[in-house]
């Protein structure tokens, strides 16, 4: 099996585009919550679930 240089250019593209789909979709923070953000963070999703 040898795949053509066409082959190869549409695989890296769709790479591509998905590595870009992935960021755009879930971006993520530059460093984990401490402590007291953690708590914060579940404190507003159980007012949300209660609403």
Do not use: F, W
Request: aromatic share 2%; hydrophobic share 25%; glycine share 2%.
């Amino acid at each position: 099996y040898e795949e053509t240089a066409a082959s190869i250019q549409s695989r890296e593209t769709a790479a591509e585009q998905r590595k870009v789909m992935r960021g755009a979709m879930a971006p993520r923070p530059d460093r984990r919550p401490d402590k007291k953000q953690r708590r914060d963070i579940l404190k507003q999703k159980s007012h949300l679930s209660e609403s």
